[in-house]
């Protein structure tokens, strides 16, 4: 009897145990079914980006840019599926074996079930149990016989609970391994899709970037003609701006503005923009270039926001761009370049996050992009300090 109570026992430490592997497996898939979903997000607002100039006959390296960051996301992706296939397999064998222990579990348990049935049956009757204690030598084997018939009866309850308890795992887990197949199956659907999509981002990017090769150095005219024209308006507004003694409402928004280093808002909501041009002087397909900022490709129609509180201290049409905000923080500066039909003027007040604008369209190539410049006014008025804006926005 002791026997048969301690395999019980056993069985329901087994089960409680297969219960907390269960959530400990589901904890760990959760995190690699989150970064699939990202991806996925990640790359859906990309190809909405790229077919928005898809028909265009002009192709432009900033669409060179945006398929390059496609394609790492779909290799991602590719990476993220298969790291999910693996897990999945492994949590389907892992059902597997749990069913067939359950069930050797429970065969075990019917043939103890059996066996206490017929002694339940040998004893069931009211005259063997008046026979049992009345037939004891004195009151005390009595009373320890009442116990022991009525401890037998809670143990023949207990393992018809168990047995029942053990159904039900067993059906769940069935169904668990069902719906775990299923799983695998569209995974491993989608990561052939996935390797379609793959070539064929591939074989757009060989073609994008045949139709603008041999264009570099137009490239890096316009280029530089765009970054002269906007210093050329910050030059004469810091000038104007600095005519102005700092005050000391200025010179805590200065404060507030470099703690808020790694904390500032983006000038669009983060994964609806990618960034095509990196800050500082980098080597890309069109050789050395010199970015003050950085530019993003954003989908058609984006709200374009202030990173930080400040006053607008100029908007002005840019040729071929929009137009360009300058916001004043201080002694710190942001230019947003590439906005179209601006929400502010000179002199509005905004907060961090406050619409400023949406994203031109370049009626030419059909992009959309957005320049985000920072950058700090030292000693000398004539040199600003320009700044990483990777390093100043939110990570």
Same mark, same amino acid.
């Given at each position: 009897?002791?026997?048969?109570?301690?395999?019980?026992?056993?069985?329901?430490?087994?089960?409680?145990?297969?219960?907390?592997?269960?959530?400990?497996?589901?904890?760990?898939?959760?995190?690699?079914?989150?970064?699939?979903?990202?991806?996925?997000?990640?790359?859906?607002?990309?190809?909405?980006?790229?077919?928005?100039?898809?028909?265009?006959?002009?192709?432009?390296?900033?669409?060179?840019?945006?398929?390059?960051?496609?394609?790492?996301?779909?290799?991602?992706?590719?990476?993220?599926?298969?790291?999910?296939?693996?897990?999945?397999?492994?949590?389907?064998?892992?059902?597997?074996?749990?069913?067939?222990?359950?069930?050797?579990?429970?065969?075990?348990?019917?043939?103890?079930?059996?066996?206490?049935?017929?002694?339940?049956?040998?004893?069931?009757?009211?005259?063997?149990?008046?026979?049992?204690?009345?037939?004891?030598?004195?009151?005390?084997?009595?009373?320890?016989?009442?116990?022991?018939?009525?401890?037998?009866?809670?143990?023949?309850?207990?393992?018809?609970?168990?047995?029942?308890?053990?159904?039900?795992?067993?059906?769940?887990?069935?169904?668990?391994?069902?719906?775990?197949?299923?799983?695998?199956?569209?995974?491993?659907?989608?990561?052939?899709?996935?390797?379609?999509?793959?070539?064929?981002?591939?074989?757009?990017?060989?073609?994008?970037?045949?139709?603008?090769?041999?264009?570099?150095?137009?490239?890096?005219?316009?280029?530089?003609?765009?970054?002269?024209?906007? &210093?050329?308006?910050?030059? #004469?507004? *810091?000038?104007? /701006?600095?005519? %102005? +003694?700092?005050?000391? =409402?200025?010179?805590?928004?200065?404060?507030?503005?470099?703690?808020?280093?790694?904390?500032?808002?983006?000038?669009?909501?983060?994964?609806?923009?990618?960034?095509?041009?990196?800050?500082?002087?980098?080597?890309? &397909?069109?050789?050395?270039? #010199?970015? *003050?900022?950085? /530019?993003?490709? %954003? +989908?058609?129609?984006? =709200?374009?926001?202030?990173?930080?509180?400040?006053?607008?201290?100029?908007?002005?049409?840019?040729?071929?761009?929009?137009?360009?905000?300058?916001?004043?923080?201080?002694?710190?500066?942001?230019?947003?370049?590439?906005?179209?039909?601006?929400?502010?003027?000179?002199?509005?007040?905004?907060?961090?996050?406050?619409?400023?604008?949406?994203?031109?369209?370049?009626?030419?190539?059909?992009?959309?992009?957005?320049?985000?410049?920072?950058?700090?006014?030292?000693?000398?008025?004539?040199?600003?300090?320009?700044?990483?804006?990777?390093?100043?926005?939110?990570?």
């Amino acid at each position: 009897m002791r026997l048969i109570a301690f395999f019980l026992a056993c069985c329901c430490v087994a089960l409680l145990g297969q219960a907390m592997r269960d959530v400990a497996g589901h904890e760990k898939t959760k995190p690699i079914s989150e970064e699939r979903q990202r991806l996925e997000a990640q790359i859906a607002n990309t190809s909405k980006i790229l077919s928005e100039t898809a028909g265009r006959r002009q192709r432009t390296f900033n669409e060179l840019s945006v398929l390059n960051y496609n394609l790492t996301l779909q290799q991602r992706m590719i990476a993220a599926l298969d790291k999910e296939i693996k897990e999945t397999q492994r949590n389907i064998d892992e059902i597997a074996g749990i069913q067939c222990a359950m069930e050797e579990d429970m065969l075990r348990v019917r043939e103890g079930y059996g066996r206490t049935a017929q002694m339940a049956y040998q004893a069931s009757t009211q005259e063997n149990f008046w026979l049992a204690v009345l037939s004891a030598s004195n009151l005390s084997e009595a009373f320890y016989r009442t116990v022991y018939f009525q401890q037998f009866n809670r143990y023949r309850a207990t393992q018809l609970e168990l047995l029942d308890e053990s159904r039900t795992y067993l059906a769940s887990k069935a169904e668990e391994w069902a719906i775990r197949i299923r799983q695998k199956e569209a995974l491993i659907a989608s990561g052939a899709q996935q390797r379609v999509q793959l070539q064929a981002m591939q074989v757009q990017k060989q073609r994008v970037y045949a139709e603008v090769k041999g264009k570099e150095d137009a490239y890096r005219k316009t280029l530089q003609q765009q970054q002269q024209s906007l &210093k050329g308006f910050m030059a #004469k507004l *810091d000038e104007a /701006t600095n005519a %102005v +003694p700092a005050t000391k =409402a200025s010179i805590l928004l200065s404060g507030n503005f470099a703690s808020s280093k790694g904390h500032l808002l983006w000038p669009v909501p983060a994964g609806q923009g990618v960034i095509v041009a990196t800050f500082g002087e980098s080597y890309d &397909k069109v050789g050395l270039v #010199k970015n *003050d900022g950085i /530019t993003l490709r %954003v +989908p058609h129609g984006q =709200a374009v926001s202030a990173v930080f509180e400040g006053e607008v201290i100029g908007v002005s049409a840019l040729r071929g761009r929009g137009y360009a905000v300058f916001l004043q923080h201080g002694a710190y500066r942001s230019t947003y370049s590439g906005v179209d039909a601006p929400t502010v003027k000179k002199g509005d007040q905004v907060t961090g996050g406050q619409k400023i604008g949406i994203a031109y369209i370049d009626p030419r190539t059909g992009e959309s992009l957005v320049d985000l410049v920072l950058y700090k006014l030292g000693a000398s008025k004539s040199k600003p300090q320009f700044l990483n804006p990777e390093a100043w926005l939110a990570h």
